[in-house]
C-alpha cells in the first residue's frame, strides 16, 4: 500500500528554519513526481515546490522561491524541503505529495498529484 509520512514540523520563530521530510513506501519513488503543498487554516491547499523523478528540475511558487528548497533521494525514498527566512504567513499544514502517474515531468497542480500524505504543521511566530 503506498504511503507517505511528513516530518520536521514545528514552531519557529521569524527568520528561523524548519527542514521537512517525507518518506515514501509501497510506490516506485524514483519514476513519481514529488511536491509540497501547504494549507493555512480558511484558505486552499495550494502549491510550494516540486520535483521531477531524477531531481533535475525544480519549480517553486513565488512567495516562496528564494527561501524553500526541494530535493529528494531516490535510495533513501525520501523527499525534503528545506525552508529558511520562515515568514508568519508561511504557516500551514504541509502535505507531501506523489503524482497521480509515472512521469518523467514536473507537476504543479494539485489535480496532477494521487498520493497524499497526512500532513506536517508549521507554525511560525512574528
Known amino acids: 500500500q503506498e504511503q507517505l509520512v511528513e516530518s520536521g514540523g514545528g514552531l519557529v520563530q521569524a527568520g528561523g528554519s524548519l527542514r521537512l521530510s517525507c518518506a515514501a513506501s509501497g510506490l516506485p519513488f524514483s519514476r513519481y513526481a514529488m511536491g509540497w503543498f501547504r494549507q493555512a487554516p480558511g484558505k486552499e491547499r495550494e502549491f510550494a515546490a516540486a520535483?521531477?523523478?531524477?531531481?533535475?528540475?525544480?519549480s517553486y511558487a513565488d512567495s516562496v522561491k528564494g527561501r524553500f528548497t526541494i530535493s529528494r533521494d531516490n535510495a533513501k525514498n525520501t523527499l525534503s524541503l528545506q525552508m529558511n527566512s520562515l515568514k508568519p504567513e508561511d504557516t500551514a499544514v504541509y502535505y507531501c505529495?506523489?503524482?497521480?502517474?509515472?512521469?518523467?515531468?514536473?507537476?504543479?497542480?494539485?489535480?496532477?498529484?494521487?498520493?497524499w500524505g497526512q500532513g506536517t504543521q508549521v507554525t511560525v511566530s512574528s
Open positions: 520535483i521531477n523523478w531524477s531531481g533535475g528540475r525544480t
Open positions: 505529495a506523489a503524482s497521480k502517474t509515472i512521469t518523467w515531468d514536473l507537476k504543479m497542480r494539485t489535480d496532477d498529484y494521487g498520493y
